[in-house]
C-alpha cells in the first residue's frame, strides 16, 4: 500500500467520526448539544508518485463546523429542518452525484371571488356598454376624404372672368345740350346706347349687356359713335377705334352668368385620337365651376350655349365644356344641359355662355 492510499483511508475514517457525532441528542425540555470531540491530527502525506484513484461517488456529506464525521450509508439521507440547531453551517462538502433535492411546502391557493358581487364589476347592458364608448361616425369619413380631391375647392387665384364693367368711355366735349353714345358690333347694328342732356359724364361704363339685357358674344370686334349737339342744332360725330371683349361675368337673380370665346378652349383634331393631356381641365372652366359652386343656387340646372359658324362647330364645342364642367361641378352632373347655336356671325373658334337657370 502506497502513502498516498494511506493518506485516503485516514481521511475517510475522521469523516466518518464526526458524522456519527452530529445528530445533536434531543430531550423533553429542550435541545442538548454533544461537546466537540477532539480533531485527530494527521501527518501530512508524502508527494505521491502514482497516480491518485478517486473516492466513491456515493457517499455525501454535510455536518456542522467542528462536529466528527461517520461514514453514510449508501441509500443514507439528510435533512435539514428550517428553525433547528445545526442547520447553520460553516462548510458543506458534497461528494458524488451533483444534486441536492429541496422541498418547501406550499399552502393551497384559493380563490373565493364571485364576479356577481365583486366591488368596482359592474355587468350592465350592452347598451351601456356602447354608451360608455361613444362611436366617432364623423372620424373615419374625415379621414378618407382628406386622401381623395375635392372637385367643389375654390380656385381664387383664377381671374379670366372680369366683372363689373367690360368697357369704358371717357367723352371731353364742352357746350353739349344733348349727345348719346351707341355701340355697334362688327356690322354696324346697335348693340347698346347712351343718352343724356347737357354736359355728358367724364366717364361711361358699359356692362356687356346688350340692350335687350342679354350678354354680348365676345371675341367679337366692336366700336362705338358718339354724337353731340349744340344750342343752335349742330351735330357732331366720334368714332372711336374698334375693341374686343374678353370673357366676364355678370350676376343674375338666377345666378352668374359667364361668357368667353371658344379660342380660350384647346381643341383637338377630330381626326386624331385624344392624348391624355387634352383632357385636362382649361383653367377657365373650372373658374366658371368655382362660381357656380358658390351660387346660392349651386344644385340647380345649368346650361351650356355654344355657338359656332356651323352645328358641328358650336357641337363639339357644347361637347367640350360639359365633359369638363361636370367633374368638377357639384351636385347631379346631370343637370348640365348642352344648347347649339348656328350663328354666321359667330367668331372663329365659337363662343361659349354659361349661365344657372331656373
Known sequence: MTMARIAILISCVMLAAGAATAAPARSKGGTAKAPPAPRAAVAPAPAPTATTPTASPSTTTA???????????????????????GTVFRSLTVEGEDRIHFEFERPELKLDLDPASAPGLDWGSARDVLDRTVPDLAAPLVARSALQASPGVAHPWLGHFASGDVARFRP??????????TIVDARGEAVASYAGRGTPPREIVWDGRSKSGAPIVPGLTYSYVFE?????????????QGFRVAAYRLDTVDGPVMVFSGRELPMPDPTRPVSPSAREVVPIVIEAATWLNQSAKGTGPVRVTASGR???????????VVRQLAPNLLGDPTRLQAVTEVRPDAPEGGAVRIAATR
Do not use: I, Y
Open 172 to 181: 371731353d366735349v364742352k357746350g353739349v345740350e344733348r349727345w348719346t353714345l
Open 310 to 320: 356651323t352645328f358641328e362647330e358650336a357641337q363639339a364645342l357644347a361637347s367640350s
Open 63 to 85: 455536518a456542522p463546523a467542528g462536529s466528527p464525521s461517520r461514514p453514510a450509508a449508501e441509500d443514507s439521507a439528510l435533512t435539514l429542518r428550517a428553525g433547528q440547531e
Open 228 to 240: 353731340a349737339h349744340d344750342r343752335a342744332g349742330n351735330k357732331r360725330n366720334f368714332v372711336g
